[in-house]
RNA sequence: UCCUGAGUAGCUCAAUGGCAGAGCAUUCGGCUGUUAACCGAAGGGUUGUAGGUUCGAGUCCUACCUCAGGAGCCA
């Protein structure tokens, strides 16, 4: 079989390239993707991880073998097929492959069919099945989308001066403090933890080199269950020296429209198979700034759109945002909306008070349009080492544990901001999903951790 | 943790307390332009589990299990 050479005459190419190829016999190696017959003509759609092609086989055009060979194959056999490429405006990708030969790589037997049909499913079924749903189109594009988007935020900040450093995935205790951990057992007496973010640590490294970044998996062990929460998720969060809040949001919208200008870029066919809508990421890289809320003009949103009964909970000031809450907010704007200066007393021990008014901290969440809610979370840090330690008193935090990040503020401590944004849900708002759990190859939640 | 909903063929779903059904998938047959192809036939069931009510339970009751998505919490 062919691996990397062939012994056969016609170049070995991807159905992606397949346009280069027009009038031309070449070598596809994939899988049958399904099949339709009409007598003696045969239409397979052969898949090689790239895209899709249709293939025609006359029964009269083809020696008999290969004729009775593609007639009987069962769905998501594997095969390595010749053909010449035919433009014909009838095939949805342009092109066509007349087959002349095919050689089966595997055979699925009758009796144990491809269990994922090319009809609708229910999720129970598919993510039992998640090894091979990934197969499908859709599935497959959203993950070439995720990808370019993770590759896009990584080349952002390698491009603008950033350093990449990895912080530890053990941790020995809560970073903020409140989140549920996934604890594990350290050498006997130890008790270890999975992060749940790199940002403690990636202040330090950044107190070294001036501008860094982290991209790695997180965990929580939250018992959420809904369609926007993962119990390992994928989160990159840059960290920068001698930057405030505003700049810190500056960053967050240069970096998310350089995400989206690539996906657009490059994913056109990809977003067209799973449905979504370009003119809406389109309007988000428009050339105008990303909205800029307070907190308190964000409640009054909130009270107002109450009082005309377009949302039915009441905002209470003071409280954070609910999920319906942010769901109006976001769905307010075509562009990614950047709501600031929440109360300090619901956000984080290390968040720098406002100066302007010490109760709000010089926080930033960033809501993704078309109501899919937070996906940046950010913020100015405590640079101040006692007001540090007191926060860190008042949220019973163990003081010991927290020697080192105490460390940072009294050594040479300077401002510094930065943020986190979720992977899975920057893609699924990109995408345009129901759900995250369709956004990672292989999703951890609280029901599920197989496959 | 709380609230709500759902479990019937490999998959998606029907079935007023009264014979367990359909489409797809599989097998066999037909069709030279099909687009989740179509047409004909066949095989395929411990109705999530355990009890209970009833002449009779997929259907009603109780408990449990599994899954879903919403709250809280978060990215």
């Excluded at 066509?96 to 037997?109: A, C, N, S």
């Excluded at 749940?196 to 062990?221: D, H, K, N, W």
């Excluded at 993704?368 to 949220?395: C, F, M, N, T, W």
């Amino acid at each position: 079989m062919p691996i990397e050479t062939s012994s056969a005459p016609s170049p070995i190419t991807t159905i992606a390239d397949i346009g280069k190829h027009e009038g031309q016999s070449v070598t596809l190696r994939g899988w049958l993707y399904n099949l339709r017959a009409s007598g003696k003509l045969l239409f397979p759609i052969f898949r090689d991880g790239t895209g899709t092609i249709q293939g025609i086989v006359p029964k009269a055009a083809v020696p008999e073998h290969v004729f009775e060979t593609l007639k009987s194959l069962t769905l998501e056999s594997s095969l390595v097929v010749t053909g010449r490429v035919r433009a014909d405006a009838r095939a949805p990708s342009g092109f066509e492959l007349d087959v002349d030969d095919v050689t089966i790589t595997q055979r699925i037997p009758d009796e144990t069919p491809y269990p994922i049909q090319l009809k609708e499913a229910g999720v129970d079924f598919l993510m039992e099945n998640r090894h091979l749903w990934i197969r499908t189109p859709r599935q497959s594009s959203i993950l070439r989308i995720r990808a370019t988007i993770m590759r896009a935020a990584a080349k952002y900040f390698d491009t603008n001066g950033f350093i990449r450093t990895d912080p530890p995935i053990l941790t020995p205790n809560a970073c903020e403090g409140t989140s549920e951990l996934f604890e594990m057992d350290y050498f006997g007496d130890d008790k270890a933890y999975l992060t749940q973010s790199g940002q403690l640590y990636i202040e330090a490294t950044a107190m070294a080199l001036g501008r860094v970044y982290s991209f790695g998996p997180t965990f929580r062990a939250e018992k959420s269950k809904t369609r926007r929460h993962l119990t390992e998720f994928w989160m990159i969060e840059p960290e920068v020296t001698y930057m405030d809040l505003d700049g810190l949001m500056s960053l967050a919208e240069a970096f998310l429209t350089h995400i989206v200008t690539r996906v657009l870029e490059l994913h056109t066919a990809d977003l067209k198979t799973i449905g979504k809508d370009v003119t809406k990421l389109e309007a988000v890289i428009a050339p105008s700034p990303f909205p800029r809320l307070t907190y308190d003009e964000a409640h009054a949103m909130l009270v107002d759109a109450h009082d005309k009964g377009l949302i039915e909970t009441v905002h209470q000031y003071g409280d954070d945002f609910g999920s319906p809450d942010e769901t109006f907010i976001s769905s307010q704007f075509t562009k990614p909306v950047m709501v600031h200066r929440y109360p300090a007393a619901v956000k984080a021990f290390y968040m720098q008070p406002d100066p302007q008014d010490p109760t709000k901290a010089l926080c930033v969440d960033v809501l993704a349009p078309e109501g899919y809610g937070e996906i940046i979370g950010g913020s100015q840090r405590v640079d101040d080492y006692d007001l540090l330690k007191s926060r860190i008193e008042s949220h019973n935090l163990p003081m010991a544990a927290f020697q080192w990040y105490l460390d940072l503020r009294k050594y040479g401590s300077v401002p510094h901001s930065g943020f986190g944004m979720g992977i899975e849900r920057c893609v699924a708002w990109i995408c345009g999903l129901e759900h995250v759990r369709e956004t990672i190859p292989f999703a951890r939640t609280l029901n599920r951790i197989y496959p």
